[in-house]
């Protein structure tokens, strides 16, 4: 924060009048480089500058499609380069009808690292060295806010509102660091505008108003239908589709519908979950979208962890299919337990190859089981997704998982709105 005072001490010497003059300049001749693909970080640091570079700017570079929902489109593209002066990971672009309305920048993310005092030192640092680069683009000292919904504890969040962009500076300590900007005037803006701040109080029946937050870091989607455990490993399907339908409020018969879309229910070989959800969703009249791990992988791709905690925060559950094993299964049951009684509990580190190798994952042309969730809710603190699995019996429904879990052992993904 020194730095920052320093920053502006110099800038309040130079003529304002001048300095913004020349600040326009730069970020022209900047824009122009960055769309013949001379500099993808000096197109984004252009973006705090000029706002009519929002709607005519094209992206520079190479970008390649992120799973999750078609609408709105996300693109994403390697960061080789600081952006603001840091180093970043890689950046998202999100259009509407062809026009860039939101940008985000990954700086720093815990993936398998351990999250240690030197990494949280590390992130504090390169958070001192992007608000001190995003000043000196904005112009205007930045502002503490509060942090979104659902945000881990100690989670620091600085906001600069300038002439052509919101941005938002977030740091969740020992997990992530990440910047995310919007056009100045664009309408609830995503990054947390004055706009975003004044929209109207949740409506009753509204499915945000159902999200839980816990003084834990949990934010969880309450509401959802307790059904009958499934008497047959196949009916997990079933249950999983009925979980989604009630808490929709649909009120077709599902396992109607499932059985016309070939499900049976003494059938425990043959993976019906595909034709179910397709079947389901046509029922309800809903797009559902949905991404499986070959097809992920041969895009270069992992699941979108960001995507997946957005559409939660809708208040929208997701179905997902992974790789199973009991004994998995019985370690994640055994842990949710003993975390009841013991939140300082821990799942291994992902980091520890002896823990990553007993996750059930996708081998081709291999003999796995496969087994359906509904995901609820995560933990941004603790790396964590909240599973429920509507065919076991009520005290073994809900368990934990790490985040890089969750990736590792996708078959696949359904993101099925609810209108």
């Not at 480089?33 to 009519?52: N, P």
Request: glycine share 8%; with cysteine.
């Amino acid at each position: 924060m020194d730095v920052l005072i320093v920053f502006t001490k110099t800038m309040q010497t130079i003529d304002s009048s001048v300095a913004r003059g020349l600040s326009k300049c730069v970020a022209v001749l900047l824009l122009l480089g960055a769309a013949r693909g001379e500099s993808l970080s000096l197109f984004v640091e252009g973006l705090a500058q000029q706002a009519a570079s929002w709607q005519t700017t094209p992206l520079p570079g190479e970008w390649k499609p992120v799973a999750g929902p078609p609408r709105p489109a996300r693109k994403e593209a390697p960061a080789a380069e600081p952006v603001f002066g840091t180093a970043a990971q890689r950046i998202v672009a999100t259009e509407d009808a062809g026009k860039l309305t939101r940008l985000d920048v990954l700086f720093m993310e815990r993936g398998t690292a351990a999250a240690d005092a030197a990494l949280l030192q590390a992130m504090r640092q390169a958070a001192s060295q992007a608000a001190t680069g995003v000043q000196a683009k904005v112009g205007t000292p930045g502002q503490t806010v509060k942090p979104a919904a659902g945000a881990a504890a100690g989670t620091v969040v600085q906001e600069w509102s300038g002439e052509a962009a919101t941005i938002r500076l977030t740091l969740e300590p020992g997990a992530r660091l990440y910047l995310s900007m919007v056009p100045r005037q664009a309408p609830g803006a995503a990054a947390g505008s004055a706009a975003a701040k004044t929209k109207p109080a949740a409506q009753k029946g509204d499915l945000k108003s159902r999200l839980e937050e816990k003084a834990n870091g949990d934010v969880i989607i309450t509401g959802l239908p307790e059904l009958e455990p499934a008497n047959f490993s196949s009916e997990n399907i079933l249950r999983a589709a009925q979980c989604l339908a009630g808490y929709y409020g649909w009120t077709m018969d599902v396992e109607a519908v499932a059985k016309d879309a070939g499900w049976v229910a003494a059938d425990g070989v043959t993976d019906r979950t595909y034709e179910v959800m397709m079947a389901m969703a046509k029922a309800a009249k809903v797009e559902v979208t949905d991404y499986g791990i070959v097809r992920l992988q041969k895009a270069g791709q992992k699941l979108d962890l960001l995507e997946v905690r957005r559409w939660l925060d809708k208040g929208r559950p997701l179905i997902y299919l992974h790789a199973h094993s009991n004994v998995r299964a019985d370690y994640l049951i055994d842990f949710n337990k003993q975390y009841a009684q013991n939140p300082k509990l821990e799942l291994p580190s992902p980091k520890d190859p002896a823990e990553n190798s007993r996750w059930p994952r996708h081998v081709e042309d291999a003999t796995y089981y496969t087994k359906p969730a509904v995901i609820i809710g995560y933990n941004r603190k603790r790396g964590e997704f909240i599973l429920k699995y509507p065919g076991r019996i009520p005290e073994n429904q809900v368990i934990r998982m790490r985040e890089e879990e969750l990736s590792a052992s996708l078959l696949r993904i359904y993101y099925i709105p609810p209108n």
